[in-house]
């Protein structure tokens, strides 16, 4: 008997009517059809590819460099690289083997341990709030990638409606001649921060009153991002491994010209010494290591379901431990790729405009994408636009990698939990629904609803998750 017989010999069957599982010999030509699953990766390049552009995502670019300066620079880069080889990567390696070898989406795959269904249940839950939360994140850099082709790019002057608040290179070179910028930022908001909240957003103070009607051109964007989403997952998996060949290279041509451009600025080292410098105290801090642990989860996409399923397509026998290696590396790499990309942006921010703390400068979650590169990007010297136009298409890009993932996920799911309907029915009922959902953030209060969506639907969740998952293969199946 072969070595994948033997092996077969545990995979579990389907549960029914509650009865509990029996182990049974299965034979490979009893899974698959022909030697191949019904559905399946084009190559193994594309199941390489496909997981890059899923894990390098968004989060290496805004979210890693805020979350680290949040917990002392170099002193959260030491335990996220920790955490990375010691948790990050064997869950990796886990949840691939785990798809690949039951041949089945996240919520099958736990047939297991049926009592911990409820854990394939939750990361099924927890992507659905993701991709609706990704896809707002996509609607507003397509509105940031259009506005990118003007003549001069509308983030870069202050406008007249703003009054006073309004500040623009000009105005932080005299305050910075009275040493008075960090009272001034007490009052005054870059031309960048100001065209982000008041022009993109129409951003709202409180939500007392409501979140306030969408802002409409937001939503035609979101449009535009979820029929290039329905459309991927209309094709199914071997279309979504063809677009993987140009979402997994394109993000890394331009964070490779980004990175080259941003340590030339003038103040750009200060920066990076500021990202790469520790604060060992920092290294007793609880806090740090939870948010180092959460980091590598949410840019892994580990225990989302979507690595399951993607490994789900590959052929039973495949070796993917260099893949796992390379995919966590260039993962790891991207996210300090960014991380000196941001920082170097901050201190050339810095220098412009006095500032003796890169701190004085950085501004967190979102905003960090959506004003402080707006804001360094409109102050390069030769060919603004283009560079604007590269970063905006990359961040959409990157978005399209993972929120394909995320979608391809979601549909195996109700196909093998629900509905056996076609694939492309499935996929655009997700795209309908995931549309009218997302929405919501493209209101003035929407920024309160995407706050909490990534606390506690993506962060917080994702912990939870993967100890549920821990506990499902390593007791209750393992035992």
């Known amino acids: 008997m072969s070595a994948e017989e033997e092996l077969l010999k545990l995979q579990p069957r389907n549960l029914e009517n509650g009865a509990s599982e029996q ?12 030697g191949k699953p019904k559905e399946q990766w084009g190559n193994e390049i594309e199941f390489l590819f496909s997981c890059i552009s899923l894990s390098v995502g968004l989060g290496n670019i805004w979210r890693f460099p805020y979350i680290a300066f949040q917990n002392g620079g170099g002193a959260f880069v030491i335990p996220y690289l920790i955490v990375l080889l010691i948790i990050g990567r064997p869950v990796y390696y886990l949840e691939i083997i785990l798809g690949q070898f039951s041949g089945r989406g996240c919520i099958k795959a736990f047939n297991m341990a049926p009592i911990m269904k409820g854990v394939a249940t939750g990361q099924a839950l927890a992507t659905g709030a993701s991709i609706t939360y990704y896809s707002s994140i996509m609607a507003l850099t397509l509105r940031f990638l259009i506005a990118s082709f003007s003549k001069v790019l509308p983030w870069s002057y202050c406008r007249e409606e703003w009054g006073d608040s309004c500040l623009n290179e000009t105005m932080s070179a005299a305050i910075n001649g009275t040493n008075g910028l960090p009272h001034g930022r007490q009052t005054k908001m870059s031309s960048a921060e100001l065209y982000f909240q008041k022009e993109i957003l129409h951003e709202q103070d409180d939500i007392f009153n409501g979140l306030g009607m969408p802002n409409w051109d937001l939503v035609g964007c979101l449009a535009v991002a979820w029929f290039i989403i329905g459309g991927v997952l209309i094709r199914g998996v071997k279309s979504s491994g063809k677009a993987a060949y140009f979402l997994g290279v394109f993000p890394y041509v331009v964070l490779l010209m980004l990175l080259l451009r941003a340590v030339t600025l003038p103040g750009a080292m200060d920066g990076i010494i500021y990202f790469f410098k520790p604060q060992w105290s920092e290294l007793l801090n609880p806090l740090v290591w939870y948010a180092a642990v959460t980091q590598v989860f949410f840019s892994l996409a580990i225990c989302f379901g979507t690595l399951i399923t993607y490994a789900s397509y590959n052929n039973f026998s495949r070796n993917v431990y260099n893949d796992i290696v390379i995919i966590t590396t260039m993962d790891s790499c991207s996210s300090i790729i960014a991380g000196c990309i941001t920082f170097g942006i901050l201190g050339n921010l810095a220098y412009k405009t006095g500032a003796t703390d890169v701190a004085s400068v950085v501004k967190g979650g979102a905003g960090l994408a959506f004003i402080s590169y707006p804001d360094a990007i409109a102050k390069f010297e030769f060919m603004p636009q283009a560079f604007a136009v590269l970063f905006f298409l990359m961040l959409f890009v990157l978005g399209i990698g993972s929120t394909v993932g995320m979608g391809s996920c979601i549909v195996r799911v109700i ?65």
């Open 23 to 34: 182990p049974k010999t299965v034979t490979v030509d009893e899974l698959t059809a022909g």
């Open 415 to 479: 196909r093998d939990r629900w509905v056996r309907a076609p694939n492309w029915a499935l996929a655009l009922s997700l795209a309908l629904l995931g549309f009218a959902v997302s929405i919501v953030y493209m209101t003035p209060g929407g920024q309160f609803v995407l706050n909490l969506v990534d606390f506690y639907g993506v962060s917080f969740t994702a912990l939870i998750l993967a100890i549920g998952e821990l506990l499902a293969v390593g007791w209750v199946y393992g035992k």
